[in-house]
């Protein structure tokens, strides 16, 4: 298969031979599945990717969606429409969710490969999927039992859709000043009125409801986050059969004209205009914030991954390039004006700019899959095993949001560099992923508020530093493997002085904040976080060096910036 978004050997290098997660079918949870499942399912992923989704791409883009004022209504194109029903029938929405609900069951670890490679091929498609998702997941884990019964199932079937909706004009990452509120009927529904802002996939005409998950406090709560509720909103209200029925009091009221992600829909949502729309509550009164933040928590996870599936889509379309874009002689024939020209894979700098792409690429698919196999853990263990699963995961959360999706735009910028101007032109597709990148550090959490996350609830808060405790103990032993397997010395005493670095200032954070100066912490909090993504890059090389090193297998080490590239010479891929 000719795919120019992934290397699907690498994918299954990380997921079998560094992760091991053959492993996890020892347990009950996992215990239906075998290897060969797990690799017809990557295979599975590849090709719905590939030949699905991927030639439908700039299409969404150039077409994008159109908006009609008179009714609030909003069209979405064919080419978010065919490769989505292609999801949907491949069972993709549920691939990690339990078969009680209809889903396959799959480890995280392995479903991570859809989110990665969909994201590669079409990043707008996987927008709408991953809301309907979100959103059916909350209903199914908050909703009452009725509403399980009537939304789950056709949510799950793709026939209806889903939001996240937080935002307002006055409200974003101070989320708890929304104005959005909600009147308790005598029926035990709510009236909700208020606007929401920049509500991905508000309206489209693929689903034939969509619900919104709505963010609102009940009249007479108090006001700040402690106050919100969480309700669903359905454009139609099901009947008495669980089908559309009446026309809810919600709509678009514009759409946002973008620099990228064109193909999925930017909404403004008006609810209550007419003093008639009806919400019902997900969990108690005032868990809203709570209830939320499992969705956003999933859609940080979601947004690393699609940073690293756009970013690995960007790198091998420039290898690609480099190896067919004729240029120059090779350096041996530089003074013979009759040598022929040769691929620009071959000038020194191109290969440096490749390898610097590849090293990170190659890195932060490892550091994803890890903290989604880590979330596989933290379900099948139990004591301190389980804790420190669950701890490493909370604190890679926002390190991956970030640090990936700060990196996606250097490397989708990297990747134009080594097009030219050509790359700058709408004729090849790097322009339009170097536009959808920049809005994977926005939404979902602006990486700055990743950045204060981090330091403050991840470490600082967190009871005895088990999170980074547990990030440091996974690093010692990868570094205490990189000794006895022969990795050279040179590549892995920056990792260990990096942590001796890291470790006092984790001291000095703990210094400040017991004398109340939370500003000093939180001025240098996006620094702080930009170095543990580094870092946590050079532990990720540092492991893959011991594994392909007991594996004796060739490979070159170059140095960038600290952090061991490993290049590999067909196709930058690992040779097995």
Known sequence: MNNPLIDTRDIKFVLYEILNVDSLTSFEKFSAFDHDTFDATVDLIESISVNECYPHFMDADKTGCSFNGADGSVTVPDSIKKPLKAYYDAGFIGIVESPEIGGMGLPMSVGAAHMEFISAAHQPLLMYAGLAHGSMMLISNFGSDELKKVYVPKMMKGEWGGTMNLTEPQAGSDVGRLTAKAVKQPDGSYKITGQKIFISAGDNDYYSNIIHPVLARIEGDPEGTKGISIFIVPKFIPDENGNPGKRNDVKCTGVEHKMGIKGCVTCTMSFGDEDNCVGFILGKEREGMKIMFQMMNDFRMGTASQAQGVSSAAYLHAASYAKGRLQGTALKDMTNPAAPMVPIVEHPDVSRMLLWMKSYVDAQRMLIYNM??????????????????????????????AGCSDRNVLITSEAMQVFGGYGFCSDYPIEQMMRNSKILCIFE????????????????????QLNYNAFKKRIQK??????????????????????????????????????FMFGQILSGATQFRKAIYMLAIAWMHVWRSCILLQQSLNITFLYQRGVPAVFRDDRWSVQR
């Not at 853990?377 to 604190?395: H, N, P, T, Y």
């Not at 508020?449 to 009871?463: A, E, P, S, Y």
Request: aromatic share 8%; hydrophobic share 40%; with cysteine.
């Open 372 to 401: 989604y196999y880590n979330m596989d853990l933290a379900e099948v263990l139990s004591g301190d095993e389980q804790k420190e699963a669950a701890g490493l995961v909370d604190f890679l959360v926002p390190i991956c949001k």
């Open 478 to 515: 990868a570094i205490d493997e990189a000794y006895s397997s022969g990795v050279d010395d040179s590549y892995i005493e920056p990792v260990e002085r990096a942590v001796e670095r890291l470790d006092e200032y984790v001291e000095r954070m703990k210094e400040w904040a017991g004398k």
């Open 445 to 464: 959490g602006a990486n700055g508020i990743q950045g204060m996350d981090l330091v403050m609830r991840k470490l600082i808060m967190n009871k005895d």
